[in-house]
């Protein structure tokens, strides 16, 4: 006897609802600048309501002309083409150091445990606390503010690199071995191809953590970038000037992780085939 299920005003209901997906790839080209307006309208209502001068919180329209000016002035593009700079110098670095060290210590149990609490270590101290010192070692240039860039995406890319490489499955390690794979057949081959979805995890949270390396070590001492550019802002009750440094730290970070999210689209394509024919 053949189980039917009986078609209620409930199930008719749950039939014809879109799923939150379907709803989300229809209707998203308007989400996002609905949501925009209504942030400025509210921005504007919460002046208007109470009365707020400028030097408090500006209104969406003095923000807008302070970036116009300092989009004709150069003043936006030069602060923020040296943020830039350090943002991707340190990105480079601290995630090229975190993932060689990373994969040695996925390799050696010894190693890790020899190097693992000096790593922890350097974590609990604050980079805002390492920040001057780095100034005062390295100078209040460039090269300081790619250090503070480099420690602070160092450790979530180091963390993402051991996981994914400890993850790879032993017997496509025993496979490989028995196939007589070289350490650096077995590298390119297995142990990058199976590790990379976390590699990009970490490279996409270091994207982020760069920008505020960058902005925390323009604090301390800079006479460019975005965080200088704040100071300025905030020593001359410019506020209009600051909201629109931030608003440039916002879309530079932004447009980092959506980057590493089209190359991680890109490398992953039979990651995605393979979990798209498992489901």
Not at 49 to 73: K, M, Y
Not at 232 to 252: C, E, K, S
């Amino acid at each position: 006897m053949k189980a039917t299920t009986m078609d209620t005003p409930r199930n008719k209901r749950n039939l014809q609802r879109p799923a939150p997906a379907a709803l989300a790839r229809k209707h998203g080209r308007w989400l996002l600048p609905v949501s925009i307006v209504v942030t400025l309208l509210l921005w504007q209502g919460i002046i208007l309501w109470g009365d707020l001068p400028a030097f408090i919180l500006p209104a969406p329209g003095q923000v807008l002309e302070r970036l116009l000016q300092t989009l004709s002035d150069g003043t936006l593009l030069l602060h923020s083409a040296v943020t830039l700079f350090e943002v991707l110098s340190g990105l480079f670095l601290g995630g090229m150091l975190a993932t060689v060290l990373g994969y040695w210590l996925a390799r050696s149990r010894l190693l890790e445990k020899l190097i693992a609490p000096y790593l922890v270590a350097s974590q609990a101290v604050p980079v805002v606390a390492i920040a001057p010192l780095l100034v005062i070692w390295f100078g209040p240039g460039i090269l300081s503010k790619i250090l503070v860039c480099s420690l602070i995406v160092f450790f979530p890319v180091l963390i993402n690199t051991i996981v994914g490489l400890r993850a790879v499955p032993e017997n496509l390690r025993d496979l490989m071995r028995s196939l007589k794979a070289s350490r650096r057949q077995m590298l390119r081959y297995l142990e990058i191809p199976s590790a990379l979805p976390v590699l990009l995890g970490g490279l996409r949270i270091g994207a982020t953590l760069s920008v505020v390396g960058a902005v925390v070590g323009e604090f301390v001492g800079a006479k460019y970038g975005l965080g200088f550019l704040i100071n300025v802002g905030r020593g001359q009750y410019d506020t209009a000037l600051v909201f629109v440094a931030i608003l440039t730290l916002v879309a530079m970070a932004l447009s980092l992780y959506g980057i590493v999210l089209l190359l991680e689209r890109r490398l992953l394509k039979w990651h995605n085939r393979q979990n798209g024919d498992s489901l």
